[in-house]
């Protein structure tokens, strides 16, 4: 409480009206959410066949797990000196491993097409588009959906990190009593701390807003909702004859939440990973990539303009 009252001290004009609209957002959020859950449409069975699903489940742990850390390494290393490697050489290494890590599953994708699912798989009174699944995925793709899509996200956002903050504070409670131990520390991602420690107009801010707001989503988004999400489907329905998709989305959710490795973000990361993988088979992967950036975007912007009120 006394941290949350420092904080509040602090507080500057962009502070109160970084609340205020992320409240707002939430809120409109809210709605958002309730038009989601009335939209018509039934979950439809995937198409993929056992063997594309293990090909699409291994390409995409592969390619974030392995590709990503080693491409990123490797350039790194070539960046360092006697004095080690600075901040934008790591940002730019990080990018170039993230190229690599898109760069594989989109190879993977066009010589197994069916390995890359880029199509909505939702069943809808729409007439059905013909072609490709990625011309499927342009053809849900439109700025509205993709704005009732980030809406929902903040709403859940926010409900997730108080649900949060709610847990931490109670963890607190019960280990100075000494009924268990110490709650893990609510502090944010590491990348959080880079953006607030690099000023906006230096090369090492631009090479960040690369990273965040291009490379990662685009990764992310081919690795998760495009080849780990389906797979895990496909792999799910063959061991069960009951309706498994919600298991494929807390397991994508958790693989998500766990990768980015930040405790205090674990529940907001969850959220946001298996709820992108309802907008992947509503509306394709393509929305999912547009949604992805703009949420990181919009985070990178108040983080400069709002230092105080982004990082409560």
């Known amino acids: 409480m006394d941290e949350l009252t420092q904080s509040l001290d602090a507080f500057g004009p962009w502070d109160w009206a970084c609340v205020v609209v992320n409240l707002l957002a939430a809120l409109i959020g809210i709605y958002a959410l309730k038009c989601w859950h009335n939209l018509p449409g039934k979950s439809g069975t995937t198409t993929l066949s056992l063997g594309d699903a293990m090909m699409s ?4 742990l592969l390619a974030f797990g392995v590709i990503f850390g080693v491409v990123a390494g490797l350039v790194s290393q070539s960046f360092s000196t006697y004095f080690g490697v600075s901040q934008a050489h790591l940002f730019t290494a990080a990018f170039c491993g993230q190229l690599a890590a898109a760069a594989t599953m989109l190879g993977m994708g066009a010589l197994a097409p069916r390995t890359l699912d880029w ?22 793709f439109s700025v509205p959906r993709g704005l009732l899509a980030l809406l929902s996200i903040f709403a859940l956002g926010l409900a997730a990190s108080l649900v949060w903050k709610g847990f931490h504070v109670a963890w607190e409670q019960f280990a100075v009593r ?10 944010p991602q590491e990348i959080v701390n880079a953006v607030l420690k690099t000023d906006v107009d230096s090369w090492r801010f631009f090479t960040i807003t690369l990273a965040v707001t291009i490379g990662a989503p685009i990764m992310e988004e081919l690795a998760f909702r495009g080849m ?51 907008v992947r088979d509503r509306y394709g992967l393509l929305t999912c990539m547009a949604v992805h950036c703009s949420f990181n975007a919009w985070n990178l912007v108040w983080l400069k303009l709002a230092p105080n009120a982004s990082t409560l």
């Not at 000494?178 to 502090?187: F, I, K, L, M, T």
């Open 228 to 278: 780990i999400y389906p797979g895990l489907s496909r792999l799910a329905a063959a061991l069960s004859e009951r309706p498994t998709r919600w298991i494929a989305i807390c397991i994508t959710g958790a693989l998500f939440s766990a990768a980015h490795l930040s405790p205090s973000a674990a529940l907001p990361l969850f959220a946001f990973g298996a709820f992108m993988c309802l």
């Open 119 to 140: 199509a909505p798989s939702v069943e809808t009174d729409e007439p059905k588009s013909a072609g490709s699944s990625f011309r499927q995925a342009i053809r849900g």
């Open 178 to 187: 000494g009924w268990a131990g110490p709650p893990p520390a609510d502090e």
């Open 57 to 60: 489940l291994g390409t995409g």
